[in-house]
């Protein structure tokens, strides 16, 4: 308790000091942001209280702001599109199907058109807004993933030209796989004996997935591991400022 | 009646006297041995605190055969504080051979009483010795993570020093980068529109930061090059982040009266409404260069494909491994894993980020060691069966396994 009334001491305090100094708008940022993310780098360590805690409390604060933020990027939106409406910028009827949206979602999901009860989440059986995101969300939604099937086939169609080295083993390896992964590839090697089961297609197919695939996943994996760690300590340390804008002013 | 008081004095002080023989039984709630030859009786009670947490947890644990006579019906748990009140806190099933008790506070000796419940009654009634929760400082099992994360700091720091001295350092061209100045150069070219999505995910994702450290880059670019540049995001507080960063760079390119608030704009939260809007974007207004760079999930392909389909130049940088495989196939240039993390320090050339490159390299080069001796030792143990080998290849296997 002690370090959480001492951190928003010092976010109220920096936040009110750098309203009225200049300077100070760079600094105090980033002398909060060394002090919460040593804090957090601690409290890994250490596991008496506050130090859990602390982590549980800033992922909250985290989500108190996104909510807050919310207004903001709704705020956003809306000005976009109706300034697009107004100046009857290129494709402005668009916009209006996404104003209009907006604004009847906002509107059935505030006042819980169709709920008995106040105290209802918004998406009880017999809402409008549950109505709503069966009816038109999840399909859309759906829709959109479903492209995946075929951008994949059309993507698929053009890694595989086997134009290169690379290209030729990539396309073996994928061959293989798919091929492992259905019953054709048991049916096609399965007369195989004993001491050759290692290149029956679907062994082949996991040997594939699980040594190759796998070793190359945690090379990138170790690298991305090192990649977090250096970002984070050049934020912590204020080396990397560009989340601030820069260093420039 | 001379008979009856002497009588009852006489009792009254042998019980007085015997009573701490029954002590233990009154601490335990109804202890009844039904038959002893049928019912077992759990033994060997062990209260003890965990190691490593922040307190608040004891660990009850006993012995009970696996095999026996007639199965329990349920073992019961009390708990004693203070050594007076007892208090009925669980009831586990048979094959159970310990229990946590969250509900105790530091500081505090508690002791605890397992008992048999069987159908004809309850045997049991030990009580164990007292055991104390506390909070632990440090948590040892960490100590590997400690002792690396150590390591791996002190290269950072030690080239970020060094190249405070003014030493100059060497990296690596990486394709991805030097092409974002062609990506913009082409569309600048085209009068067509830059589009840069720093990933769907929020701020407290370092891969969205990293985005936005690219995107000072890219901005800075635009500015100088007069061209439109477009950034769609799905959060609002990367909104935010965004066009504070755009801002900025625009006044370090000299050009603020180029920047618009219009440049960074929010969307949506949901991935698939966030796709569809940028499909959208791309399909209408034909950007000459695509640029994603941040945390993307089954998004990627489609914005990719979409952005293939346009003739657009693409260049995507993430560390989501799944998706990789994604934008190596639909883009020109894709930043793996580890490069999107480069990049910023690449494109703003700043001493300081280029050294910790250098830092994560030496940070590599130790995983690589480690990695190679840990499977060179894991070998010859196997060969060999020496200890010696197999104590080296646990000990190496152990020390980078976070518990």
């Given at each position: 308790m002690f370090f959480l009334t001492l951190l928003l001491l010092l976010l109220l305090g920096s936040v009110g000091l750098a309203f009225f100094i200049r300077p100070l708008r760079k600094f105090f940022p980033l002398l909060l942001t060394l002090f919460t993310g040593l804090l957090l780098v601690v409290a890994l360590f250490i596991p008496a209280q506050p130090f859990p805690k602390l982590e549980e409390e800033f992922s909250m604060w985290f989500d108190v702001i996104a909510v807050f933020s919310f207004i903001l990027g709704g705020g956003n939106l809306l000005r976009v599109h109706l300034m697009k409406i107004q100046q009857k910028k290129r494709d402005w009827q668009y916009s209006i199907v996404t104003v209009t949206g907006f604004v009847i979602v906002l509107v059935i999901g505030l006042f819980k058109v169709g709920s008995k009860n106040w105290s209802d989440p918004y998406l009880a059986q017999g809402t409008a807004f549950k109505w709503m995101y069966d009816a038109v969300f999840v399909p859309l939604q759906a829709t959109i993933f479903s492209l995946l099937a075929f951008f994949v086939a059309s993507a698929a169609f053009r890694a595989f030209r086997a134009k290169t080295r690379e290209a030729t083993i990539l396309l073996v390896a994928a061959f293989i796989i798919l091929i492992g992964r259905t019953p054709v590839g048991v049916w096609l090697t399965s007369w195989l004996p004993n001491p050759l089961q290692f290149f029956h297609i679907p062994n082949l197919s996991t040997w594939i997935l699980s040594v190759p695939n796998m070793a190359g996943q945690r090379a990138i994996m170790i690298g991305i591991a090192l990649g977090i760690i250096s970002t984070s300590l050049k934020m912590i340390l204020g080396i990397e400022r560009s989340w601030l804008g820069g260093d420039e002013s | 009646m001379r008979f009856k008081s002497t009588y009852w004095f006489s009792l009254s002080l042998l019980l007085f006297f015997i009573h701490p023989l029954f002590a233990n039984q009154v601490l335990s709630p109804n202890p009844t041995v039904t038959n002893p030859f049928v019912e077992v009786a759990p033994e060997n009670v062990v209260a003890k605190d965990l190691p490593n947490n922040s307190g608040k947890v004891l660990q009850v644990s006993w012995n009970f055969p696996d095999t026996l006579p007639i199965m329990p019906r349920t073992i019961k748990i009390y708990r004693y504080e203070h050594d007076t009140i007892s208090k009925h806190i669980a009831d586990v099933t048979p094959n159970v051979k310990s229990f946590l008790d969250t509900s105790v506070m530091n500081g505090i000796p508690y002791r605890y009483s397992v008992q048999a419940e069987y159908p004809t009654g309850i045997v049991g009634g030990l009580i164990s010795e007292p055991a104390i929760a506390k909070a632990e400082w440090f948590d040892r099992s960490k100590i590997n993570l400690f002792v690396i994360a150590l390591i791996l700091v002190s290269f950072i720091l030690g080239y970020i020093f060094y190249s405070e001295k003014g030493q100059r350092l060497f990296i690596r061209k990486i394709a991805g980068i030097q092409a974002i100045e062609e990506a913009v150069g082409r569309a600048t070219e085209m009068g067509k529109p830059v589009l840069f999505v720093p990933g769907t995910q929020d701020m407290d994702n370092v891969q969205t930061i990293a985005g936005l450290t690219i995107l000072s880059s890219v901005a800075k670019m635009t500015a100088k090059y007069e061209t439109k540049l477009d950034v769609p995001v799905s959060r609002s507080i990367t909104m935010s982040t965004g066009r504070e960063t755009v801002h900025e760079a625009y006044l370090a390119a000299g050009?603020?009266?180029?920047?618009?608030?219009?440049?960074v704009h929010y969307i949506t939260d949901e991935q698939f409404g966030f796709v569809a809007a940028i499909d959208g974007i791309m399909v209408r207004d034909r950007p000459a260069a695509c640029i994603y760079m941040g945390a993307f999930f089954a998004e990627s392909l489609i914005l990719a494909e979409t952005g293939n389909g346009i003739g657009a130049i693409q260049i995507a940088g993430t560390a989501m491994p799944t998706q990789l495989p994604f934008f190596v196939a639909a883009c020109d240039y894709t930043l793996i894993g580890e490069e999107l993390f480069a990049a910023s320090a690449y494109l703003s050339g700043d001493k300081r980020s280029i050294a910790s490159l250098k830092g994560q390299d030496m940070g590599k080069a130790f995983a690589i060691v480690l990695i190679a001796v840990t499977a060179l030792f894991s070998t010859l143990s196997v060969i060999t069966g020496n200890e010696f080998f197999t104590n080296i290849s646990t000990f190496l296997l152990n020390l980078t396994i976070s518990k």
């Open positions: - | 050009r603020p009266d180029l920047y618009s608030d219009d440049i």
